[in-house]
């Protein structure tokens, strides 16, 4: 039966949530219901048995029983008829809302276990129906690293006193120094170069990687990007000037999808590009080692860890199989400072993080 507007509570919660139905206080009704439901609790609802809980309860703090008094007082009369079909209809709205809130909780917890689950998983399994929501993940979660590493920070030299500032701090106290001050220094953005096999094998773990790193351009000083199977090629430029869904096909049909021959790509980049490295560069490289029984060309990687700060390799097989077949990763992990497994966006997400917090 639907209810007019007119009026509101005039005598509290309790007594006037009868006059109120009465009067058919849409407005009254609707705040009264609302102020309840925060009373009791009802944002926390988190299962269905639960709805006829939670009626009861907002129904209750809403004035439910000097509702039923009322009703009762007023017995089989065409007003207590009348007012037991507005407490019917009251009681429906209560439930609606309820159920409203159940589906918002769940329809919140379906999505962070669908993330959670998303984050977990290994990059080269994601279901192509996923892809997009798991680039709105790598997006959100390179801005998350952004905007706590992207600014200017300081690190304490506990030990080590800042003699100056201590005595201009402690001047009060006749340069006793009470109050010590210790030295700080300035943690660096670092500056990265990328070097990923795009191959067959890891192409859509690179994918990813790609669209990381791409995201993260505000944190990092310098970021340089290569893709490579065969030839080596400089990709910063394409993920520059298009949108990642569209740098990415231009990246693959350059330089993906083939055989992997990690010495040639490595002597490539020494010879193209060693030069720019210096001791503030983290060389990150992203493949599973294996050169197809190629010359892997490790006295390369080695000069280039030499020139650089750090070498970081993140390989999406589980170490259980390097060095198996035609893998050279045990050769080539004696000469990077990091060499793990990294298969799905959690693990990516911790090392760069560890990566960004430490300066690289």
């Keep these: 039966e639907g209810l007019q507007s007119e009026g509101g509570f005039g005598e509290g919660m309790g007594g006037g949530l009868a006059a109120a139905l009465r009067d058919g206080d849409r407005a009254g009704l609707a705040a009264a219901m609302?102020?309840?439901?925060?009373?009791?609790?009802?944002?926390e609802i988190a299962v269905f048995t639960q709805v006829n809980l939670y009626t009861r309860r907002v129904l209750e703090r809403m004035g439910l029983d000097a509702l039923e008094r009322e009703v009762a007082r007023l017995g089989d009369t065409a007003q207590g008829d009348a007012l037991r079909r507005r407490r019917d209809w009251l009681r429906g709205q209560v439930r609606s809302f309820a159920q409203q809130n159940l589906r918002l909780f769940a329809e919140g917890e379906a999505e962070r276990h669908r993330e959670r689950r998303l984050a977990a998983t290994r990059?080269?399994?994601?279901?192509?129906?996923?892809?997009?929501?798991?680039?709105?993940?790598?997006?959100?979660?390179?801005?998350?690293?952004?905007?706590?590493?992207?600014?200017?920070?300081?690190?304490?030299?506990?030990?080590?006193?800042?003699?100056?500032?201590?005595?201009?701090?402690?001047?009060?106290?006749?340069?006793?120094?009470?109050?010590?001050?210790?030295?700080?220094?300035?943690?660096?953005?670092?500056?990265?170069?990328?070097?990923?096999?795009?191959?067959?094998?890891?192409?859509?773990?690179?994918?990813?990687?790609?669209?990381?790193?791409?995201?993260?351009?505000?944190?990092?000083?310098?970021?340089?990007?290569?893709?490579?199977?065969?030839?080596?090629?400089?990709?910063?430029?394409?993920?520059?000037?298009?949108p990642i869904e569209r740098a990415v096909p231009e990246i693959m049909d350059l330089a993906g999808f083939g055989s992997s021959n990690y010495g040639r790509s490595l002597a490539a980049f020494e010879a193209g590009f060693a030069r720019t490295l210096d001791r503030r560069t983290t060389v990150i490289v992203l493949g599973d080692g294996r050169g197809n029984r190629t010359d892997p060309r490790v006295d390369v990687l080695a000069r280039i860890a030499e020139r650089s700060k750090q070498v970081i390799w993140l390989n999406p097989e589980v170490r259980t199989v390097w060095g198996t077949g035609d893998s050279d990763m045990l050769r080539y992990a004696p000469h990077c400072r990091v060499a793990a497994t990294c298969a799905t966006l959690g693990q990516l997400e911790r090392v760069v993080a560890g990566l960004l917090r430490d300066g690289a």
């Design 34 to 43: 609302e102020e309840a439901a925060a009373e009791a609790g009802l944002s």
């Design 123 to 242: 990059l080269s399994a994601i279901n192509p129906r996923d892809k997009e929501r798991m680039r709105v993940l790598v997006r959100a979660m390179a801005r998350r690293l952004a905007a706590q590493y992207g600014r200017k920070r300081w690190r304490s030299r506990r030990g080590q006193l800042d003699a100056r500032r201590t005595l201009r701090r402690n001047m009060g106290w006749g340069g006793v120094p009470f109050l010590p001050v210790w030295k700080r220094r300035r943690v660096e953005k670092p500056r990265l170069v990328v070097l990923c096999d795009v191959s067959g094998s890891v192409a859509a773990v690179a994918e990813f990687l790609l669209l990381f790193l791409h995201s993260l351009n505000e944190a990092l000083s310098g970021l340089r990007s290569f893709a490579f199977s065969g030839d080596l090629v400089e990709v910063g430029p394409i993920l520059e000037r298009q």
